[in-house]
T-cell receptor
Framework: GAVVSQHPSRVICKSGTSVKIECRSL??????MFWYRQFPKQSLMLMAT?????????EQGVEKDKFLINHASLTLSTLTVTSAHPEDSSFYIC????????????FGSGTRLTVV | SQQGEEDPQALSIQEGENATMNCSYK?????LQWYRQNSGRGLVHLIL?????REKHSGRLRVTLDTSKKSSSLLITASRAADTASYFC??????????FGAGTTVTVRA
């Protein structure tokens, strides 16, 4: 089945630094990748949608300069948390609808970001 | 954005018992999907039910859909310790975005 590989699984960084999270589609081409954020014991909140070869679209309230998304190829989408602060600590997950909306989506395994 | 509510928020059952959780949504849908999330992990797709279907089975899972009430239920039969996880319903919009319910945390006691 379709697999989305997400790295790193865990990262601890200092305040003010930037962190890059990668999601790779291993056996399919992901023209679209969704990025979610999840706080403990809460549901997933959509942050942004990345589309290969075009600018990402961000949900209301998500700072595009804070969360930089790049989707330079059909198999790689990246999320960079810039100038991270403790409040950015969260679980970030990517997802790709590899067969359209009438099939289940494939999710990455998630990245636990802790900013100290 | 979140589509709706799920209940219960948490469920604790004995191994071998059945677990039922419900999901409500707000807008019209083409399909409704159920996902499982183990602690600290990504989501795994369990089952998808289309808007013209009323019930669907997959192994020990049974999903129902009532479009008139905008609700769905997920039943896990003969639960196992490995079923301990959070379960989310989700609906896709026309622009492929998935909206998730609040989730139900299921704990299966050995």
């Amino acid at each position: 089945g379709a697999v989305v590989s997400q790295h790193p699984s865990r990262v601890i960084c200092k305040s003010g630094t930037s962190v890059k999270i990668e999601c790779r589609s291993l056996d399919f081409q992901a023209t679209t990748m969704f990025w979610y954020r999840q706080f403990p014991k809460q549901s997933l909140m959509l942050m942004a949608t990345s589309n290969e070869g075009s600018k990402a679209t961000y949900e209301q309230g998500v700072e595009k300069d804070k969360f930089l998304i790049n989707h330079a190829s059909l198999t790689l989408s990246t999320l960079t948390v810039t100038s991270a602060h403790p409040e950015d600590s969260s679980f970030y997950i990517c997802s790709a609808p590899h067969r359209g909306t009438n099939y289940g989506y494939t999710f990455g395994s998630g990245t636990r970001l802790t900013v100290v | 954005s979140q589509q709706g509510e799920e209940d219960p928020q948490a469920l604790s059952i004995q191994e071998g018992e059945n677990a039922t959780m419900n999901c409500s949504y707000k807008t019209s849908i083409n399909n409704l999907q159920w996902y499982r999330q183990n602690s600290g992990r990504g989501l795994v797709h369990l089952i998808l039910i289309r808007s013209n279907e009323r019930e669907k089975h997959s192994g020990r899972l049974r999903v129902t859909l009532d479009t008139s009430k905008k609700s769905s239920s997920l039943l896990i039969t003969a639960s196992r310790a490995a079923d301990t996880a959070s379960y989310f319903c989700a609906t896709p919009s026309n622009d492929y975005k998935l909206s998730f319910g609040a989730g139900t945390t299921v704990t299966v006691r050995a």
